[in-house]
């Protein structure tokens, strides 16, 4: 197969939900489609309960598992498909964005009884700011839900999408029967036989034949038949441009859970999902199809093993190919680095591949040469653009427990900030640390990461920090510039980058501060780490 079809044969996509809304089970399902697993119960679920520490223990535990299932990857009729897990505990909701830059398109997962929830909400806002293709699939059919015209009128307003079905449920619930597939043009009928085929597709040609009647019953089909032209009425038909621009997005209906509606999703999105997409970076806009390699860095895995402290970089490729061996350029760090054992991703496990192309995703044994956001190249200087750093919502201080290791604490809070897991600020006027967290979640995470791969100890004490605001002067010489510094002495701090940093007490601070202050900006989002 030539470089270029290698390429256009791919489908790099994560899926996005609200916890429970079911992405766990779409995803394993769409892998038994592909005939990556045998059995349901293979992919294990990196849900964590609110608060619940013990939870991530457990599976700090299971890591190998869940380093298995940061990518999933098959081959599905002449597709390669590579799903990148996100997890949905709004704790860990920075991951999830960090890894929707190295996707090119999203399937949002949504729960017939639930309708838009919170996290949806804002994973989603993400994925429209990027103008991401996103495919809709409205799950738990099999369950009482909202009406279906309800739900794609909530899909619109709540998640700013404009929607068009490309296939519409036949009943619900209890009187769930099957689905008409709009894509297709045919009926899937429902069973609770989860092993359902392909053969149960009944192919409908003309929605006013009477085998309709026959099928699902009179009513049933007549009020299938008034709803179709309903939709027709309403939804514009689908344009697949329009999709790819991150302007439509086609809604499924289904049963993860019952293999139902999997299939059509599967088949609709092997054909209209993009391939690799383009990436913007500081210099260029970077092709999938050029002949040198790019990539960067968008998630790193610590590795449990005490024995083996190195990291797992990912990396996503951009363009080109990435062959073990060769030496490749590290920007920032501006030195080559070779690779003699990038993994590849598969189903389950990962292992050592020569050749991988643009749109893959390798991973790369690190002993602390990446932090996330890193570029690699042929020998171009250049940089990716996009990876966001939120300002965090929580804020401590971090005092040493152990006086003996304050070496190891430095370095395991230098790498797990590396890693993404929080941020870190110096203060200016003292040099004291202070770790910012999008959920408390992550202090027990960061405290027990430190003791348990690092030998070190801390305690924590309550900074009374409300956002962390990047500070972009005008003018660096001006003297506003420098009164706004003496002023604010007290809560100004350099992140990682050594970028400084406002760390503002309350939202009336902020703008009070922005006010007196016009010329120095204040920004809650810095773009690279
Ligand atoms: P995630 O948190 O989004 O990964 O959700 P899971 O895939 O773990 O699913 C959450 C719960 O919903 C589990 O108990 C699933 O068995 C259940 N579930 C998933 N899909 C369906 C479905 O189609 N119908 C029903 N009734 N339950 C489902």
Request: hydrophobic share 40%; aromatic share 10%.
């Amino acid at each position: 197969m030539s470089f270029k079809d290698e390429i256009l044969r791919r489908r790099t996509f994560g899926v996005i939900a609200h916890p429970d809304a079911g992405k766990t089970t779409l995803t394993e399902k769409l892998l038994l489609f592909g005939g990556a697993i045998q059995e349901a119960g293979a992919v294990k679920s990196n849900k964590i309960k609110k608060g619940a520490t013990s939870d991530f223990m457990e599976i700090e535990r299971q890591r190998g598992i869940s380093v298995a299932t940061s990518v999933l990857a098959f081959n599905y009729k002449d597709k390669k498909i590579n799903i990148l897990d996100t997890p949905g505990h709004k704790d860990f909701a920075e991951d999830t964005f960090r890894t929707l830059t190295a996707v090119d398109s999203v399937i949002v997962v949504i729960d017939v009884a639930k309708g838009v929830e919170e996290q949806t909400e804002k994973l989603v806002e993400v994925c429209r700011m990027r103008n991401i293709p996103m495919i809709v699939f409205i799950n738990k059919l099999d369950r009482e839900g909202k009406d279906a015209f309800d739900l794609l009128d909530e899909v619109e307003q709540k998640l700013g999408l404009k929607v068009t079905p490309l296939s519409f449920p036949i009943g619900m619930g209890y009187d769930f029967q099957g689905i008409y597939n709009i894509w297709e043009k045919n009926i899937n009928l429902f069973s609770e036989d989860s092993r359902k085929n392909i053969e149960d597709v009944v192919t409908v040609d003309n929605l006013e034949d009477e085998a309709l009647d026959k099928l699902v019953g009179e009513k049933p089909a007549n009020k299938l038949r008034e709803e179709l032209e309903l939709v027709a009425e309403v939804y514009p038909d689908f344009d697949r441009e329009a999709y790819i621009n991150g302007d439509l997005q086609p809604v499924f209906f289904g049963s993860a859970l019952n293999n139902f509606g999997v299939r059509e999703l599967l088949d609709c999105f092997i054909e209209i999902a993009p391939s690799p997409r383009a990436k913007e970076s500081d210099t260029r806009l970077v092709q999938p199809d050029e002949n040198k390699f790019a990539g960067f860095v968008f998630k790193i895995h610590a590795n449990m093993d005490p024995k083996h402290r190195d990291r797992l970089a990912f990396i996503k490729i951009v363009s080109g190919t990435f062959e073990r061996n060769k030496p490749y350029m590290h920007v920032r760090l501006g030195k080559k680095l070779k690779f003699s054992s990038p993994n590849a991703f598969f189903a389950e496990k990962k292992e050592i591949v020569d050749i991988s192309y643009a749109g893959d995703i390798v991973g790369l044994h690190d002993t602390g040469n990446f932090k996330i956001g890193d570029t690699l190249t042929e020998g171009e200087l250049m940089n990716f653009k996009g990876i966001p750093s939120f300002s965090p919502e929580h804020f401590r201080y971090v005092n040493n427990a152990d006086p003996m290791k304050s070496k190891q604490l430095e370095k395991g809070i230098d790498q797990l900030m590396d890693e993404g897991v929080a941020q870190l600020f110096t203060l200016e006027l003292n040099g004291r640390k202070i770790i910012g967290t999008v959920g408390a979640l992550q202090y027990e995470v960061i405290q027990y990461r430190l003791e348990h791969e690092y030998g070190a100890k801390c305690t924590y004490e309550n900074f009374p920090a409300f956002k962390a605001c990047w500070v972009r002067p005008e003018d660096v010489k001006n003297e506003e510039f420098a009164e706004f510094k003496r002023v604010k002495q007290k809560f100004l701090a350099k992140d990682k980058s050594g970028q400084l940093v406002f760390l503002a007490d309350s939202e009336f601070s902020i703008q009070m501060t922005q006010s007196k202050y016009p010329t120095v900006k204040l920004d809650y989002v810095s773009e690279r780490i």
